[in-house]
């Protein structure tokens, strides 16, 4: 028989997913643990997560260095000793700080979950923050953000975020170097006894685990004491909006850096799966509007993308791309056409179907892990979205038609409301 190559293959399209479920318990000192018990193989992950992000700063900076010094030495260990034992049994630290939240997680056989937990412990309850750690800590982050300051498309993000949201706001504020330079260890210890030290957490446990590794985490960490009072959130304000473009000249530059969007939404509000498959459309993939004008047929850029990021209390859209300088002002005006199209011709059946098969398959191959499934329902649990956001997923994208695109684009990409910046040059 021989091979038609011609035709395409045939495919069945994704309607629908089922996940496992998620196990809720109680901790002795009321912690909640989140478990996605798969037992395929014998790890596991075990991810501490506080609200301790930049949204609870008294002073730029503190919560990225209080979350990162964690690690650096306690009141039994130094940080060679830390990464040391860990290294015995297998195991890898991650600690990470973002605008909403920090989290500890550590990654294990879980054979060696009771040689690694006492040392978890120890990290969130006995932290030294020696000053000659944090001194390394501070210079490594200086020299990587003057670097990065050089980069056109890093500041334009920096700017861009400052645009929508504000230089002071958690969600505008990025790490500056004269910020870090005049943080102290006071400023940093301060930050970890106000918003974690014996602050309530949440547990998020993904692999192999069983009644006995729960047994296991409730020993250790459900005799800790948690805090009652309440944790001091930004109390300022935001940004004042205006449409006044920024531009960041760059005469040494061949390229410009630029950032299209405005102020959003957050998953849970009811246009977001709308939204979702709009942005899709217009840049969200590789054979995108965007990409298919900007990149292909004009030549203009290696690659240009359009997102929906989401915070807990915000969110934003952004188109960005970095082209040569002289076509800065046609990659701007191709940009605004093509959102005019979007919201003037409805997308062809083809079209929408190709795009939601991209985004289920997507969906769905993002789920292969223990791991990759937790990260999913994180957005659930720390968002307090509805229990069933995963499962309908793919049925809410397969809803969206095209007159729903057109209502959305025209709705929420008015080129009115949208923000521009460009570093580099027009």
């Known amino acids: 028989m021989t091979l038609d190559r011609t035709q395409s293959p045939a495919f069945q399209a994704i309607q629908e997913i089922q996940l496992p479920t998620v196990q809720q318990h109680k901790l002795d000192n009321g912690i909640l643990l989140h478990l996605i018990a798969v037992d395929q193989q014998p790890v596991l992950r075990l991810e501490c997560v506080f609200d301790a992000g930049t949204w609870y700063e008294q002073t730029p900076g503190t919560a990225f260095f209080a979350v990162k010094m964690l690690a650096e030495g306690t009141t039994t260990r130094s940080s060679a000793q830390i990464s040391e034992y860990f290294d015995r049994y297998g195991a890898f630290l991650e600690l990470n700080s973002g605008p909403d939240r920090a989290s500890m997680v550590i990654y294990c056989l879980t054979k060696f979950l009771p040689n690694v937990l006492p040392l978890l412990r120890e990290l969130l309850t006995e932290p030294t923050f020696p000053q000659k750690e944090l001194d390394d800590l501070r210079n490594i982050t200086l020299q990587n953000l003057r670097v990065n300051y050089e980069k056109n498309a890093y500041l334009a993000g920096v700017l861009f975020r400052e645009k929508l949201f504000g230089l002071d706001h958690p969600y505008g504020r990025s790490q500056r170097p004269d910020a870090i330079e005049q943080l102290t260890r006071e400023g940093v210890v301060d930050f970890y006894e106000r918003a974690i030290r014996n602050r309530p957490f949440q547990l998020v446990v993904a692999g192999q685990a069983s009644e006995n590794e729960l047994l296991l985490i409730n020993r250790e960490l459900g005799s800790l004491p948690i805090r009652t009072d309440q944790l001091l959130a930004f109390a300022g304000s935001k940004a004042i909006d205006d449409a006044v473009a920024v531009l960041a000249e760059k005469p040494d530059s061949t390229q410009s850096s630029i950032r299209i969007g405005r102020r959003l939404f957050t998953r849970s509000h009811p246009d977001f799966f709308k939204m979702l498959v709009t942005n899709e459309i217009l840049g969200g993939y590789f054979g995108s509007r965007l990409m298919k004008n900007i990149r292909e047929e004009k030549g203009f850029t290696y690659g240009i993308s359009s997102n929906m990021p989401s915070f807990r209390r915000d969110g934003y859209f952004l188109i960005g791309t970095d082209v040569n300088k002289e076509n800065t002002q046609q990659t701007l005006d191709e940009i605004r056409k093509e959102i005019r199209i979007l919201q003037t011709e409805p997308a062809s059946a083809d079209?929408?179907?190709?795009?939601?098969?991209?985004?289920?398959?997507?969906?769905?191959?993002?789920?292969?892990?223990?791991f990759e499934i937790a990260d999913r329902y994180k957005v659930i649990l720390l968002d307090d979205l509805p229990a069933d956001f995963l499962n309908t997923y793919i049925q809410r994208l397969?809803?969206?038609?095209?007159?729903?695109?057109m209502e959305t684009a025209v709705t929420y990409l008015l080129q009115d409301d949208l923000r521009e910046v460009v570093v580099g040059g027009k």
Request: no cysteine.
């Open 351 to 370: 079209e929408l179907e190709t795009v939601k098969n991209y985004m289920a398959g997507e969906f769905v191959g993002s789920l292969n892990t223990p």
């Open 398 to 405: 397969r809803s969206v038609s095209p007159a729903d695109i």
